[in-house]
């Protein structure tokens, strides 16, 4: 039977369901447990009202079972005509569909084989569902389908439940040790005159009232500062953020970040506090710190190795970043160790040892890694080491090639900093589209005074993707970006995991 003709029959049944004095969309239920914690009650229990979608039901005669579910957990109901009426159980049998939302009251009981379920005394209809639930409530295999129809994705298939409720745990979780840390959350501007924060090529749109060029949030960073210099103690936000750049498996164009900055710590503490934070929430949420993945255990026991970038480079190119003073010599370095980096004749230094880390380093690491010693000039933003000026004082979290968490010793000193936001101001005006544009309004706040700061950048949709095993950071977001249905099917860069960005991709935070 089409699927369309299934549309009609359904139709019919909500003009018998008013015939009948049924409302098929009734405007509230009063319940007293969810799916859930149903499930959880002991026999005998009355007074039990439940609802939830029809997920799966099995008629006998006179007796019906059916399980309702909702994101968190199903339990079983049975009616028995007996118990309500033929009446009122002639019209459930008849009209009532799986995919539909009900309600029930009655009371807990084991049945033959032990299985609690509640023995419903009277049902009500919540909703009546107008298609079919998809293959005979088998969980959707066809990827793009999921990734479209994330509803029927959910109720189809447990394992995509469970991960988006570790999303849910793992976001829970973070906020409160940050609480308990004495952070305060806040929220700053998603659109903004000057997109800054992060080495990334921003979205641009246009604002009709006030008739300016206006840019999405590539980051969070420097209106977070803002509110330390305004005397916020430590902040963080979970933010929104955009960067009109590649996709791939482990790259989205709008995604979840949580960023945090403390006043007077360094990025050591940082480094000594993410460590203890991220063990804390991850064995809280998964109950263990050896998380499972297809690539194999990652292990967040630690404590977590502290590797130079510089060093990492040398050991596996053979080139020492150091002798390579400008993005000239770095490009006649590469050419001579045969190293190809798309768009090197538009890049900057530091976008060059960036794309070079990201090609020949990140790839390899697998449990959870410290890289640290980046150069100046990869790190507008942070704070020169005060032994090594070239370097500075800023860290990456690196687990199964990705990278989770970019953090600092932000740089605080605005004469430094102006005279690195000029630099970056150049190299966008030459074409480099991930450099920073000068922003003078930050410029000011800082001239007001900060005191010494470390602060980080961490995806929550690669964490999450991790702690769950997911190789594609679109089976943990729940609706993400696709090409409209309406023409071409989605890249099979898109879906596939190990495949490269099709574009450059930026610096992530």
Request: charged share 30%; glycine share 6%.
């Amino acid at each position: 039977m089409s699927e369309e003709r299934i549309r009609e029959i359904k139709i019919e049944k909500i003009q018998k369901l008013r015939d009948q004095g049924i409302q098929p969309y009734p405007e509230r239920w009063e319940r007293t447990h969810t799916p859930q914690q149903a499930a959880r009650l002991e026999p005998a229990v009355a007074g039990v009202r439940v609802c939830g979608r029809i997920v799966s039901r099995r008629d006998f005669g006179k007796l019906t079972f059916f399980d309702l579910q909702d994101v968190n957990g199903r339990i079983q109901c049975s009616l028995q005509r007996d118990g309500i009426g033929k009446e009122s159980y002639t019209a459930f049998i008849k009209l009532v569909d799986v995919g539909d939302f009900v309600g029930i009251e009655g009371e807990t009981y084991h049945t033959k084989i032990g299985q609690l379920t509640v023995r419903g005394a009277s049902w009500q209809l919540l909703g009546k569902m107008l298609r079919p639930m998809p293959e005979k409530f088998h969980a959707i295999s066809d990827r793009e389908i999921r990734y479209r129809r994330r509803y029927l994705d959910l109720i189809t298939d447990e394992q995509s439940r469970a991960r988006f409720r570790l999303r849910r745990d793992f976001i829970r979780a973070l906020r409160q040790g940050l609480e308990e840390a004495d952070f305060d959350e806040v929220e700053t501007p998603v659109l903004q005159t000057k997109p800054s924060g992060a080495l990334a090529t921003p979205f641009e749109t246009h604002h009709a009232a006030l008739d300016m060029p206006v840019y999405l949030r590539i980051a969070p960073e420097t209106y977070l500062k803002r509110c330390v210099v305004a005397g916020f103690d430590r902040v963080y936000e979970f933010a929104r953020v955009f960067r009109n750049e590649g996709m791939d498996p482990s790259h989205l164009q709008d995604f979840t970040m949580l960023e945090y900055y403390a006043s007077y710590w360094n990025y050591i503490d940082n480094m000594d506090f993410t460590e203890k934070l991220l063990s804390t929430v991850i064995e809280q949420c998964t109950g263990s710190l050896q998380v499972p993945h297809a690539a194999g255990e990652i292990d967040f026991s630690g404590p977590w190795p502290r590797r130079s970038l510089l060093e990492l480079i040398e050991q596996s190119t053979g080139i020492a970043v150091e002798s390579c003073p400008d993005a000239d010599s770095l490009r006649s370095a590469l050419e001579a160790a045969g190293i190809h980096i798309d768009g090197a004749p538009k890049l900057g230094r530091g976008a060059l040892i960036d794309q070079l880390y990201k090609k020949t380093v990140r790839p390899s690491i697998t449990q959870p890694t410290f890289i640290t010693s980046h150069p100046v000039d990869l790190s507008p933003l942070a704070r020169r080491n005060d032994d090594e000026p070239t370097i500075s004082d800023r860290f990456q979290l690196v687990i199964h090639g990705w990278e989770v968490i970019n953090a600092y010793s932000e740089l605080v000193d605005p004469i430094d900093q102006r005279q690195r936001l000029e630099e970056q101001a150049k190299l966008n005006a030459e074409g480099d589209d991930e450099a920073m544009m000068m922003d003078e309004d930050y410029l000011l706040a800082m001239e007001h005074g900060m005191p010494p700061i470390s602060g980080w950048g961490m995806g929550i949709d690669r964490i999450v993707a991790l702690l769950c095993g997911a190789e594609n950071l679109r089976d943990v977001v729940l609706f993400p970006l696709l090409k409209p249905e309406e023409g071409s099917a989605i890249d099979d860069a898109i879906l596939e995991a190990g495949e490269e960005a099709p574009a450059i991709e930026g610096a992530e935070a």
